[in-house]
């Protein structure tokens, strides 16, 4: 079974600090994505990895940044938190290919206060 | 820019029915086509995924079907259960590097 984990379910934290998501994957997927998802909107896409080390812009990278120093983790970094930022964070891993699904973690509900 | 909408946005149906949920997309040259389901406050579970070259997938009660030339997805849920309540999402790639893009969702109750 595909397993991605990220490291907290539920996360408050003060406008102005810098916050962590983990993201953690146990299958060999070279891919891996960032999403923020919000009432209306959808889910949108932050940042994705298709390799150690690289890293490609979404739809909404400002205010955050990623890093990727094992292909197992996927960090999303938020430089000085805002109240625009509360909301639930998806990670999402795959394959390459066409073949393959992506899976997604469970989420992280993240407020600002 | 690949659009993905998802119509209704909400349905309730009563137990026990047939239903299909619609997805359409602008740009026909996609990937693969996934569709996902979403409980309240959790992440999203991989249902259906089809390729391009195919035309549908099944798995249990679900039917998903393909028509990249009309740029268009369904997903049949045969014999609903008040169990298949939840946020159903249809997304594409347009390359196997590529993220998906997802639809908004619909929303789906089904009483009992």
């Known amino acids: 079974d595909v397993k991605v984990t990220q490291s907290s379910r539920y996360l408050v934290k003060r406008t102005g600090e810098k916050v962590f998501l983990e993201c953690v994957q146990d299958?060999?997927?070279?891919?891996m994505f960032w999403y923020r998802q919000d009432p209306g909107l959808g889910l949108r896409l932050i940042y994705f990895?298709?390799?150690?080390?690289?890293?490609e812009k979404g739809d909404i990278p400002e205010g955050y940044s990623v890093s990727r120093e094992k292909k197992e983790r996927f960090s999303l970094i938020l430089e000085s938190a805002s109240t625009n930022q509360t909301s639930m964070y998806l990670c999402?891993?795959?394959?390459?290919?066409?073949?393959?699904?992506?899976?997604f973690g469970p989420g992280t509900r993240l407020t600002v206060t | 820019k690949q659009e993905v909408t998802q119509i209704p946005a909400a349905l309730s149906v009563p137990e026990g029915e047939n239903l299909v949920l619609n997805c359409s997309f602008t740009d026909s040259a996609i990937y693969n086509l996934q569709w996902f389901r979403q409980d309240p406050g959790k992440g999203l579970t991989s249902l259906l995924l089809i390729q391009s070259s195919q035309r549908e997938q099944t798995s249990g009660r679900l039917n998903a079907s393909l028509d990249k030339s009309s740029g268009r997805s369904t997903l049949y849920i045969a014999a609903s259960q008040p169990g298949d309540s939840a946020t159903y999402l249809c997304?594409?790639?347009?390359?196997?590097?590529?993220?998906?893009?997802f639809g908004k969702g619909t929303r789906l109750s089904v009483i009992a």
């Open positions: 997304a594409v790639s347009n390359s196997g590097n590529t993220p998906l893009v």
């Open positions: 999402a891993s795959s394959f390459s290919g066409s073949r393959y699904e992506q899976y």
């Open positions: 299958m060999d997927h070279e891919n």
């Open positions: 990895s298709y390799d150690v080390k690289m890293k």
